[in-house]
């Protein structure tokens, strides 16, 4: 009898030990094919959805989403907090943006936008209008991020 149960034992050990490797192996199997799909996306077509989501989110006043466009650097540097501060405490309210143009070089992009933005120096009497703006983006480990330096 006990030679049935420690077989049964080692039988339900392999059975679990190679459940857990199949469960391993889709794992890293999914991991791998979200990579791919994700590589597959052109990376000025990743770029272009990052401006277009940064700057919803912005319009949107969502500005906690934002700060996560920034770049790596300058969220080390500024915290949310200050960052929110900071837009909270402009007078311009963003109603509204386009990209124009869009100009990659390597890591590097620079991109054209026009904005609408909403004037909010006095209530009773704010005014709507079209700004340009050059901006930089840089991609960091393939993930595109808004930097402060606007220069070309």
């Avoid at 799909?37 to 959805?49: M, Q, S």
């Avoid at 915290?79 to 929110?84: E, G, L, P």
């Avoid at 501060?85 to 390597?106: H, P, Y």
């Avoid at 620079?110 to 700004?131: Q, T």
């Amino acid at each position: 009898m006990q030679s049935v149960n420690a077989s049964r034992k080692t039988l339900m050990l392999k059975g679990n030990t190679s459940l857990c490797i199949a469960i391993i192996c889709l794992i890293i199997l999914w991991g791998c094919a979200k990579k791919e799909v994700l590589e597959n996306i052109p990376d000025e077509e990743a770029l272009r959805n990052r401006v277009v989501k940064y700057w919803d989110h912005k319009v949107k006043e969502e500005f906690d989403k934002s700060y996560d466009y920034e770049d790596p650097l300058f969220r080390k540097k500024v915290s949310m907090i200050k960052y929110i501060q900071s837009i909270n405490t402009s007078v311009i309210k963003w109603v509204g943006a386009d990209i124009e143009n869009l100009r990659r070089e390597d890591d590097v992009a620079y991109v054209d936008m026009k904005l609408k933005i909403r004037v909010m120096a006095n209530p009773l009497n704010f005014s709507e209008k079209d700004v340009y703006l050059k901006e930089k983006w840089i991609s960091v480990d393939g993930v595109w991020y808004h930097t402060s330096q606007r220069n070309n």
